[in-house]
């Protein structure tokens, strides 16, 4: 007999005020947006003092439209896409679920290059700071993923399994959970000690190297646990989409820090 843990159901949505709902996931974004708007400019503050706080309180606009519309993008270009090319009206249906992180990852990167391209800010510094705070949006995120009951985890017989609604009746791994602890709380402190050490803020584009590494391992893992998309077809050596898409993540997070640390 497998013994599980009851799955606690939470309504995804908070609460709701005529025909608007606010959810969960929504504030999810909001506050991985806002905490990590704090925490860049705290970072800011530190020397070398490469970026300005006002720059950091400009670019909070720009983040999130590169996080919304990457991450929609991405979502309909990774995952959907024939879907979306027959009902081309549900692109716009965001309420209904559908973000890609690695979508969100590009269109922040292209905001990041725009804007700093723009206010004459280094690059690779601002997106030092602004990927320290990253982990912030990826904890909230997947804790919100798991309130939803989304992107469950493979069969198990461990004891903290749990049976997930939509899932069938096989008990689960949490994976929401083990994301949130890999890919949010874990690699936030990984950051967050690399940035106490003014030697690495110096090398302008390790912590943002480190971020991309960071989260390509922290998801590789996390994905051995996770339910694969079945949609997405099989992979050589058994990779599952989400470790593919980490693999560009991995070489390029590696380059940087390589580049950095050798003061290239």
Not at 48 to 55: A, E, F, L, W
């Amino acid at each position: 007999m497998t013994f599980v843990i009851p799955y606690p159901r939470i309504d995804p949505i908070l609460f709701e005020i005529g025909p608007l709902a606010i959810r969960w996931y929504a504030l999810a974004y909001i506050g991985g947006l806002l905490l990590g708007w704090r925490y860049v400019r705290a970072l800011a503050k530190m020397p070398p003092q490469t970026v300005g706080v006002r720059d950091i309180d400009d670019f909070l606009v720009w983040a999130t439209l590169g996080v919304v519309l990457g991450g929609r993008i991405g979502y309909v270009l990774f995952y959907r896409l024939d879907y979306y090319l027959a009902h081309p009206a549900a692109v716009l249906a965001v309420w209904q679920g559908g973000m890609s992180f690695h979508g969100g990852a590009v269109g922040v990167l292209v905001a990041l290059f725009m804007f700093a391209r723009r206010r004459g800010i280094p690059f690779r510094a601002f997106g030092d700071v602004v990927a320290c705070a990253t982990p912030i949006g990826l904890f909230l995120g997947r804790v919100a993923n798991f309130i939803n009951g989304e992107l469950i985890g493979r069969a198990t017989d461990v004891p903290w399994a749990m049976v997930f609604p939509g899932g069938g009746p096989q008990p689960r791994h949490p994976s929401q959970l083990y994301e949130a602890g890999l890919e949010g709380a874990v690699l936030f402190v990984v950051l967050y000690l690399f940035a106490r050490q003014e030697w690495v803020r110096r090398r302008q584009g390790f912590l943002g190297g480190a971020f991309l590494a960071g989260y390509a391992v922290a998801r590789s893992i996390a994905e051995l646990f996770r339910e694969p998309d079945t949609l997405m077809g099989v992979f050589p050596a058994g990779l599952t989409y989400g470790q593919m898409l980490c693999i560009p993540m991995l070489i390029a997070g590696v380059a940087l820090m390589w580049r950095a640390k050798s003061g290239r």
